[in-house]
């Protein structure tokens, strides 16, 4: 082998240190690239993962419920309330109002079939046309017998006539006077039939028996409406009505605590569905008997003021309040969150509420009296706002949340 091809083979065995060291670097960009891919990818994880937390909703206290006598928990009921059906069996031909409607004593807020009704009251009524006719004629006679009556007496006193002639004339007058009685008699009795018939038609028409809204729409044209409901397949109720002034709650009170409450003893009214308002009111009945199986006495309790926000059947927490606290239902309203809910970050009050999209919001707040376990918000939060109470610890602005079911 020449010198030539040993010197070629050798350094072809040449290692090329420039080439590893052109590795290891970019090794060392792909482990850094590693990292922040995991890094990124456990915070998006941390982000979108829902954390289950617990709420409540922000309410205004007006301070006096710490001062009541005693609480009772109740629901909002109308006292004039009914259920809407016609006097007549027939099928649902018009139904003129949907749920929410307001309707006045007296409209018309449904129609029953009535052909056959209305056909009765139409035959009546041409029926009196033909008596109407009778007494014309009975009328006619009795004018023209009258007349003889008169002239045959005139000819009887002047010795021209004859007794049998001035006897027929008025045999003759009496019999006119009778079919004239008849047939106004016939009259009278045809009218009474008359309105007899515009009563049946009158019950097919259902009308409002008090101003009010409608709460529920309970049948459908086409179906038969009884008045009692009990046939198959029929049914006894168009609409229920309620009228709204008339809302007032009933709150049950234990037995042992009755003695506390007193006739027109003021009240302030939480309605749960309305976080904003608590309404002003007063004992207005005390029903003097018992639940047996519950041992309790039931409070009807009258609102000073309501709104249209106020609804059948919502439920509402009452707080009885001593005669002195009667003013104290105006005192400015305040805003108690629970302290464990507050965290303190750069020296600043946050607290966590959802947010759009069921994210956590951390939101900035001024604080403060502390009553008890509450903290007074001045500032930072508006009532009917959900607040994050737990597990605020785990939160971070913009952090995915499920809302725990009570």
Known sequence: MSIEAKSADLSALKIN?????????????????????????????????????KTIQIIENSGIGQDAVLTGQGYVVAQVKAAISSKATGRLQELFVIEGDKVQKGMIIGRIESNDVQ???????????????????AQAELEDAHSAYIRQQSLLQNKVGTQSEFDGAQGRWKRALAQVSAAQAQINAQQAAIASAQ???????????FDGTVLSKNANVGEV?????????SRGAVVTLADMSSLEVEADVSES????????????????AIADKKYKGFVNKIIPTADRGKGTVQIKIRFNEIDERVLP????????????????VQEPAKILIPTSSILTVNGKKTVFIV???????????????????????????????????SPIEKLSSGSAITIEKE
Request: aromatic share 6%; net charge positive.
């Open 119 to 137: 056909a009765n009251l139409n035959q009546q009524k041409a029926q009196i046309a033909v008596l109407n006719a009778s007494l014309a004629n």
């Open 225 to 233: 409406i009884t008045a009692l409901g009990a046939a198959a397949g």
């Open 355 to 389: 947010g759009a999209g069921s994210k956590a919001t951390e939101q900035i707040i001024k604080t403060g009296a502390i009553f008890g376990e509450f903290t007074e918000v001045k500032q930072g939060l508006l009532p009917g706002t959900s607040l994050i109470i």
């Open 17 to 53: 240190r420039d080439i590893k060291t052109s590795s290891n670097g970019n090794k060392k960009y792909i482990y850094i690239g590693l990292f922040l891919l995991i890094m990124i990818g456990y915070w998006y994880i941390k982000q979108n993962t829902a954390i289950s937390v």
């Open 199 to 209: 009563v049946l038609v009158e019950n097919t028409i259902i009308r409002a028996p």
């Open 257 to 272: 605590s009755l003695s506390k409450i007193l006739p027109n003893m003021p009240v302030e009214i939480s309605v749960s």
């Open 313 to 328: 059947e919502m439920g509402a927490k009452v707080n009885f309040l001593r005669q002195t606290n009667l003013n104290e």
